[in-house]
């Protein structure tokens, strides 16, 4: 049985690096739209965004310091610690998001159209508890 699920994992991050070769870009590069996800869902400092991804902060320094750069994310200082910087995402970037999950959902309802609206349910129910699972796990992990 683990086999055959780590072989569906290696599948399915195939299928998802194809997605982000082949979607529209709108300017924000492929490997760059999950951290202004991440931002839009709560302004943050760096640190916490490289916590909260799982990423090295150097990379994460990176790659917001290009989202800059594009004008998809602004750095503002920090009203409690001018030395820090609490990323938000500007309007360009919120717009660029809100077509890039309008692409993700249009390819998803068409991949799905054959599912029944339970089969779907119980996927994403099962999908959330296995992220969440090996989440809990790896914590643990991580923690030795």
């Not at 994992?9 to 996800?37: C, F, N, S």
């Not at 068409?110 to 090996?134: H, Q």
Request: aromatic share 6%; with cysteine; glycine share 4%.
């Amino acid at each position: 049985m683990e086999t055959e699920l780590i072989r569906r994992l290696q599948e399915q991050q195939r299928v998802l690096r194809l997605a982000k070769q082949i979607r529209p870009t709108d300017g924000v590069p492929p490997g760059l739209v999950g951290l202004m996800a991440e931002i839009s869902g709560a302004e943050c400092h760096s640190k916490e965004l490289a916590a909260r991804t799982y990423l090295d902060p150097s990379t994460v320094s990176r790659a917001v310091a290009h989202l800059v750069t594009l004008g998809f994310v602004a750095r503002t200082p920090d009203p409690e610690d001018r030395r820090a910087s609490v990323l938000t995402v500007t309007p360009l970037g919120r717009e660029a998001l809100v077509e890039m999950h309008a692409w993700y959902g249009r390819v998803a309802t068409e991949a799905l159209r054959d599912w029944t609206p339970v089969e779907i349910d119980d996927f994403t129910t099962m999908l959330a508890r296995f992220s969440r699972d090996m989440t809990t796990y790896l914590s643990k992990e991580d923690a030795r």
